[in-house]
């Protein structure tokens, strides 16, 4: 089957430090990746998309890498703050061919500690 | 800021009863999109909508949920009758990939949370 898979452990991470979490596709390399932020009991909220042509892309403190060799995309938060602290959900368009439908991972929590 | 209302915010329902779920897009954006996010997992596409029309329904159970946008702005999803595996976060996306540099990011409603008992 075709999967998505983020970490399923919730990275515990101290204030000022770089969290990195990885997202991992299987089968065909999608067009894009897109990586949304979620807090509890809310809708997610998009951060970033990073296109397979494209090595690394920035947003303030977020950096996204696209790997597609190693079929991986890595998330970075650097000099992260508590306010950081939410569930990181990775995408990708559900088929070759679907610019709009996406599937997600299942997320990897954050926490930030002070 | 425009954002994409959803109403109610929490359901709770007998097993058996019907639920219905709406969603307003943000204004001018054609797609919009039916998501379930059972807790501890990410959002599983439920149906997808251009203007008025489906463009994808694949992953919807037809047998009990049924989804409409009859004038291509606000959209319902029902379910009847409900099951106690429907209790989940019900999500509304809506997007607009007609603009021109587009990068196809969703906007997310704020969710609605059924519990069937």
């Known amino acids: 089957s075709q999967k998505i898979e983020q970490n399923s452990e919730a990275l515990n991470i101290q204030e000022g430090k770089t969290a990195t979490l990885t997202c991992n596709y299987t089968?065909?390399?999608?067009?894009?990746l897109q990586w949304y932020r979620q807090d509890p009991g809310r809708g997610p909220v998009f951060l970033l998309l990073?296109?397979?042509?494209?090595k690394e892309k920035r947003k303030e403190r977020l950096k996204v890498t696209f790997d597609t060799t190693l079929k991986q995309s890595l998330f970075h938060i650097t000099a992260s703050q508590p306010a950081d602290s939410a569930t990181y959900l990775c995408?990708?368009?559900?088929?070759?061919?679907?610019?709009?439908?996406?599937?997600f991972g299942a997320g990897t929590q954050v926490v930030v500690t002070p | 800021e425009a954002e994409v209302a959803q109403s109610p915010r929490y359901k709770i329902t007998e097993k058996s009863q019907a639920v219905a779920f709406w969603c307003d897009p943000i204004?001018?954006?054609?797609?919009l999109y039916w998501y379930r996010q059972i807790l501890g997992q990410g959002p599983e596409l439920l149906v997808q909508?251009?203007?008025?029309?489906?463009?994808?329904d694949s992953q919807l159970p037809k047998d009990r949920f049924s989804a409409e946008r009859l004038k291509g702005v606000d959209s319902t999803l029902k379910i009847q009758p409900a099951e106690l595996g429907d209790s989940a976060m019900y999500l509304c996306?809506?997007?607009?990939?007609?603009?021109?540099?587009?990068?196809?990011?969703?906007?997310f409603g704020p969710g609605t949370r059924l519990t069937v008992t």
């Open positions: 995408a990708r368009p559900l088929t070759t061919d679907s610019w709009g439908k996406l599937q």
């Open positions: 996306a809506s997007s607009s990939p007609r603009l021109a540099g587009s990068s196809y990011e969703q906007y």
């Open positions: 089968n065909y390399s999608p067009a894009y």
């Open positions: 990073i296109r397979e042509n494209e």
């Open positions: 204004s001018g954006h054609a797609t």
């Open positions: 909508f251009q203007d008025e029309s489906v463009v994808d």
